[in-house]
């Protein structure tokens, strides 16, 4: 997906740095990662999926996004499926702690021993 946008990525690393499609970059600041198919620039600092990168890139919306992906054969996989695979980091919504695990520092839990 990123060497549709002129970046050179390794294809035998699923993860790497390379330079930012998205602005002028003299130094790799974008770094990627291909199995779970997201990219975030530490420049800029936009970052998503590969959907995001073409609406960034081309500015269209979603649905334009995915026809161009679909025009130039570039949606593989699940990309864009949603926040599922990266839940708790920066490309992603946060993860719901449970009730359960939130009432466990009330009810006297584990105390560490510096704390005692």
Not at 9 to 22: E, I, N, S
Not at 73 to 92: F, N
Request: hydrophobic share 30%; charged share 25%.
């Amino acid at each position: 997906m990123l060497e549709h946008y002129g970046t050179s990525t390794d294809p035998h690393r699923a993860m790497g740095m390379t330079h930012c499609p998205l602005h002028e970059d003299n130094t790799p600041s974008l770094s990627y990662n291909t199995s779970r198919q997201v990219w975030k620039c530490h420049s800029c600092g936009r970052g998503g999926d590969s959907f995001t990168l073409i609406m960034e890139k081309e500015g269209t919306d979603f649905a334009g996004a995915r026809s161009l992906a679909a025009s130039l054969a570039l949606a593989t996989r699940d990309a864009g499926g949603g926040d599922d695979h990266v839940s708790g980091s920066a490309y992603g919504s946060r993860r719901a702690v449970s009730p359960r695990s939130r009432d466990r520092a009330r009810r006297g839990g584990y105390v560490p021993a510096w704390r005692r």
